[in-house]
């Protein structure tokens, strides 16, 4: 048991839990209780555009009926910005910030494709051109290289120049980047471990890198399968995965749990959601989780 263990789950509002995020919030939480540590929720609500009206208290009311018990109180992105405003003053007192003035259409003709979009290929990392204004902040990455062990997936090294290039930390909107915001409230709140999905492993690379450039310790990093449909797309609100069933709380979870391999006796699924946390708490195996299966059909 780890007293000190903190995890957390983290959705963006962006629409209504689904089998893809209940994963990741099951895999979090029984990572988090069967080691005897706290679980906390935080809502990602930074981009105003992606968040959709009523979704942030729709979530909470999803993961109540599902019967997760978070510790403490639910904290927000929105109200952390001044946290987030000391992190890029102090990367940009080192050095490590420039402003960035290259459009999408610019990034479009001139960026190769990594895995979160177009690799930055450093058109302003020595001087913006005359006449343009800046659209973002960027992070400088020249070297960077990230080494870490994976919970699940094992040992990960990125190049991060040449599979990320220089990140943005802050747009013109006024829109404080994932990876900055990420990075600082996960070091600022305690947390020691971070289990979410494989599409995120690239995002810690540059979480760690984040953390790294300010000093402060990275938490230990675990990436979970991605349920995926039929045609192999992961489920978001962009594939239009449905909503969690909520008239059938018991199915849904033992439904995720089938998918981290984790199956219930038939026996333990009755119509009490806390009784089928407190089975999988108990019974909860991570080393089953496929190890290198970074996506799987959703059951």
Request: hydrophobic letters at 40%.
């Given at each position: 048991?780890?007293?000190?263990?903190?995890?957390?789950?983290?959705?963006?509002?962006?629409?209504?839990?689904?089998?893809g995020?209940?994963?990741?919030?099951?895999?979090?939480?029984?990572?988090?209780?069967?080691?005897?540590?706290?679980?906390?929720?935080?809502?990602?609500?930074?981009?105003?555009?992606?968040?959709?009206?009523?979704?942030?208290?729709?979530?909470?009311?999803?993961?109540?009926?599902?019967?997760?018990?978070?510790?403490?109180?639910?904290?927000?992105?929105?109200?952390?910005?001044?946290?987030?405003?000391?992190?890029?003053?102090?990367?940009?007192?080192?050095?490590?910030?420039?402003?960035?003035?290259?459009?999408?259409?610019?990034?479009?003709e001139?960026?190769?494709?990594?895995?979160?979009?177009?690799?930055?290929?450093?058109?302003?990392?020595?001087?913006?051109?005359?006449?343009?204004?800046?659209?973002?902040?960027?992070?400088?990455?020249?070297?960077?290289?990230?080494?870490?062990?994976?919970?699940?997936?094992?040992?990960?090294?990125?190049?991060?120049?040449?599979e990320?290039?220089?990140?943005?930390l802050?747009?013109?909107?006024?829109?404080?980047?994932?990876?900055?915001?990420?990075?600082?409230?996960?070091?600022?709140?305690?947390?020691?471990?971070?289990?979410?999905?494989?599409?995120?492993?690239e995002?810690?690379?540059?979480?760690?890198?984040?953390?790294?450039?300010l000093?402060?310790?990275?938490?230990?990093?675990?990436?979970?399968?991605?349920?995926?449909?039929?045609?192999?797309?992961?489920?978001?609100?962009?594939?239009?995965?449905?909503?969690?069933?909520?008239?059938?709380?018991?199915?849904?979870?033992?439904?995720?749990?089938?998918?981290?391999?984790?199956?219930?006796?038939?026996?333990?699924?009755?119509?009490?959601?806390h009784?089928?946390?407190?089975?999988?708490?108990?019974?909860?195996?991570?080393?089953?989780?496929?190890?290198?299966?970074?996506?799987?059909?959703?059951?």
């Open positions: 048991m780890n007293p000190h263990y903190r995890g957390r789950f983290a959705p963006t509002p962006s629409g209504p839990l689904h089998f995020s209940l994963v990741a919030a099951a895999g979090s939480y029984l990572e988090a209780k069967s080691n005897g540590g706290e679980w906390h929720v935080r809502i990602d609500d930074l981009d105003p555009p992606r968040v959709a009206p009523g979704a942030t208290d729709a979530i909470l009311r999803c993961l109540e009926a599902l019967g997760f018990q978070w510790d403490g109180a639910v904290t927000f992105q929105s109200l952390r910005r001044d946290a987030y405003h000391a992190a890029l003053h102090q990367l940009t007192a080192h050095g490590l910030v420039y402003p960035c003035g290259c459009s999408r259409k610019d990034l479009a001139a960026a190769l494709i990594g895995s979160e979009g177009p690799v930055y290929p450093g058109t302003c990392r020595t001087t913006m051109s005359r006449g343009r204004a800046a659209r973002a902040l960027r992070l400088r990455t020249a070297g960077a290289q990230v080494k870490f062990e994976d919970g699940f997936l094992g040992w990960q090294e990125c190049d991060l120049e040449r990320a290039g220089d990140f943005v802050y747009r013109a909107d006024g829109v404080f980047s994932f990876h900055l915001a990420a990075a600082v409230d996960d070091a600022e709140q305690g947390m020691t471990d971070v289990v979410r999905g494989a599409d995120l492993l995002s810690s690379a540059r979480q760690i890198y984040v953390l790294k450039c000093g402060l310790r990275a938490p230990h990093y675990a990436h979970l399968p991605i349920a995926v449909d039929a045609r192999g797309e992961k489920l978001s609100k962009q594939t239009h995965a449905a909503p969690l069933d909520l008239a059938h709380p018991v199915a849904e979870i033992v439904r995720a749990l089938r998918f981290l391999d984790q199956p219930p006796p038939e026996a333990s699924s009755a119509d009490n959601v009784a089928v946390w407190e089975w999988a708490t108990r019974n909860w195996r991570p080393q089953h989780i496929p190890r290198k299966a970074v996506s799987r059909p959703a059951v």
